[in-house]
């Protein structure tokens, strides 16, 4: 069976997500998305595993959005003009 994605910013999504380092591929990324809305996800943060700061607290997010999708989103400007990167 083959898996054809029609939309060109679904697959930039994808993409972007495995340049992320987060998934190896395709294949791993749609079996997390499958789980997470079969209600598989991951457990939730037991309090003594509580983040010690906001990089902390955020860092389960990381991969989950492009640069220019958190500049959208937040209406900063490009991500190109940002003198630093925190990956």
């Known amino acids: 069976m083959s898996l054809e994605i029609h939309k060109p910013e679904l697959v930039q999504r994808v993409n972007a997500h495995i340049h992320s380092g987060r998934f190896h591929d395709a294949d791993e990324l749609l079996e997390k998305a499958?789980?997470?809305?079969?209600?598989?996800?991951s457990a939730p943060v037991a309090p003594s595993d509580e983040p010690k700061n906001l990089v902390e607290l955020?860092?389960?997010l990381r991969g989950h959005f492009t640069d220019e999708e958190v500049d959208t989103l937040f209406?900063?400007?490009?991500?190109?003009?940002?003198?630093?990167?925190?990956t």
């Open 34 to 41: 499958l789980d997470a809305l079969e209600g598989k996800a």
């Open 58 to 60: 955020f860092a389960p």
């Open 75 to 86: 209406s900063r400007n490009r991500s190109t003009a940002r003198p630093l990167d925190f």
